[in-house]
């Protein structure tokens, strides 16, 4: 009987916590379909402001951008995040431990800290603000997913697979390109997925290091807050959301978290 309550009791405190979590966002994209500008009830289904949001080009640069930072990031990220997870796969070397103890910091550290750090250090190498700046600060931000996410996925591979194809002549890059990159495609998926999603929702790095007027789209949504909120960023808000979930979703689908699917 003890243990029927407690698993009703762990239910209902699991759907109290996801309700705490995801009732703002279901009401602020609820209201994103209303008419009213000023969120007055009974509700009345509306698309205008998505339409308006298609005719706002401030919003729809700046979407583009975001975009554009974040691919280039996952490119970037994900290229040096996966050779980085082989080569410590592969090889032996002193402080290697160091070296991935040192891979989780930048994803504990408060990125308002990290942005800052990064703010003084472009400044004080003469690089300043700009989109290289950003793009630099979001793949340091991205790469540790990438290495985590495909080193979980390495953790399973049998290293004797790699042997027994130099055993049989084959050389380090076939290798790499016929034994070990099959295996690891499912990881390299998921990280590139997670470096973009970090790229794209990223807003404390993109505002220390944005020029002015070159912002990304979550500095434009802020930025937009502090003149005046309008149910257009409800409408931006709830694509952003969505695809952002569904990015993470299928990227928790193809990593497993390092297990067999």
Same mark, same amino acid.
């Given at each position: 009987?003890? /243990?029927?309550?407690?698993?009703r009791?762990g239910?209902? !405190?699991?759907?109290?916590?996801?309700?705490?979590?995801?009732?703002p966002?279901?009401?602020?994209?609820?209201?994103?379909?209303?008419?009213?500008? &000023?969120?007055?009830?009974?509700?009345?289904?509306? %698309?205008? !402001? &998505?339409?308006k949001?298609?005719?706002?080009?401030e919003?729809? *640069?700046?979407?583009? @951008?975001?975009? =554009?930072?974040?691919?280039?990031?996952?490119v970037?990220?994900?290229?040096?995040?996966?050779?980085?997870?082989?080569?410590?796969? @592969?090889f032996?070397?002193?402080?290697?431990?160091?070296?991935?103890?040192?891979?989780f910091?930048?994803? =504990?550290?408060?990125w308002?800290?990290?942005?800052?750090a990064? %703010?003084?250090?472009?400044?004080?190498? /003469?690089?300043?603000r700009?989109?290289?700046?950003?793009?630099?600060g979001h793949?340091?931000l991205?790469?540790?997913?990438?290495?985590?996410?495909v080193?979980?996925?390495l953790?399973t591979? *049998?290293a004797?697979?790699?042997?027994?194809?130099?055993s049989?002549g084959?050389?380090? !890059?076939?290798?790499?390109? @016929?034994v070990?990159?099959? !295996?690891? +495609?499912?990881?390299?998926?998921?990280? =590139?997925?997670?470096?973009?999603?970090v790229s794209? *929702?990223q807003?404390?790095? #993109?505002?220390?290091?944005?020029?002015p007027g *070159?912002s990304?789209?979550p500095?434009?949504?802020?930025?937009?807050?502090?003149k005046?909120f309008?149910?257009?960023?409800n409408?931006? #808000?709830?694509?952003?959301?969505s695809v952002?979930? +569904?990015?993470?979703?299928?990227?928790?689908r193809f990593?497993?978290?390092?297990?067999?699917?």
């Open positions: 009987m003890s /243990g029927v309550l407690l698993t009791l239910k209902l !405190w699991l759907l109290s916590i996801l309700f705490f979590l995801y009732a966002i279901l009401v602020m994209a609820f209201m994103s379909f209303n008419a009213s500008q &000023y969120y007055q009830l009974p509700f009345e289904f509306s %698309l205008k !402001w &998505y339409e949001l298609a005719l706002n080009t919003i729809l *640069d700046a979407a583009t @951008r975001s975009i =554009a930072i974040a691919i280039v990031t996952t970037v990220a994900t290229v040096l995040g996966t050779a980085a997870s082989v080569a410590l796969f @592969r032996e070397f002193r402080g290697k431990r160091f070296l991935q103890v040192m891979l910091p930048p994803i =504990a550290i408060p308002l800290i990290t942005g800052t990064m %703010l003084i250090f472009f400044f004080g190498i /003469g690089l300043g700009g989109t290289p700046s950003v793009i630099i793949v340091a991205a790469i540790p997913y990438v290495i985590v996410v080193s979980a996925r953790a591979f *049998d004797t697979l790699e042997e027994a194809a130099r049989l084959a050389n380090a !890059w076939t290798v790499t390109r @016929r070990t990159f099959p !295996w690891i +495609v499912p990881g390299i998926i998921a990280g =590139a997925l997670f470096a973009f999603a794209f *929702d807003f404390v790095i #993109s505002y220390f290091l944005s020029e *070159d990304t789209l500095v434009l949504i802020y930025t937009s807050i502090r005046g309008t149910p257009e960023i409408a931006i #808000s709830t694509i952003i959301i952002s979930m +569904v990015v993470m979703l299928i990227a928790a990593s497993n978290f390092g297990g067999e699917r």
